[in-house]
């Protein structure tokens, strides 16, 4: 059985960084596609980043430019490298990969900019 385990989230200031990681375990398989959504308190889930298994990275538009998405594609693991955080940043960051026609999920790692 194939999970997501996420990691890096928590709190931190203003203009601060913050590296989120997520590995897919159970797996010898190369995940196809990995990316990465965000969800703040009442509001829908985002696509943030996303990344295919030849290095084509993809970015919403909050996060042009502030955002680097990367993997390591030996360790089956997904990087977001998040700086110039601001209080509107604070959400649940969710991972999701992609093999073949399978679509997992992580269960989310809290990010919270505050002040």
């Known amino acids: 059985q194939v999970t997501l385990v996420e990691s890096g989230g928590g709190l931190v200031h203003p203009g601060e960084s913050l590296r989120l990681s997520c590995a897919a375990h159970g797996t010898s398989n190369s995940m196809h596609t990995m990316e990465w959504y965000r969800q703040a308190p009442g509001k829908q889930r985002d696509e943030v980043a996303r990344i295919t298994d030849d290095g084509y990275a993809y970015y919403g538009d909050s996060g042009k430019g502030r955002l680097t998405i990367s993997r390591d594609g030996a360790k089956n693991t997904v990087y977001l490298q998040m700086d110039s955080l601001k209080p509107e940043h604070t959400a649940v960051y969710y991972c999701?990969?992609?093999?073949?026609?399978?679509?997992?999920w992580g269960q989310g790692t809290q990010v919270t900019v505050r002040p």
């Open positions: 999701q990969a992609a093999w073949r026609s399978y679509v997992y």
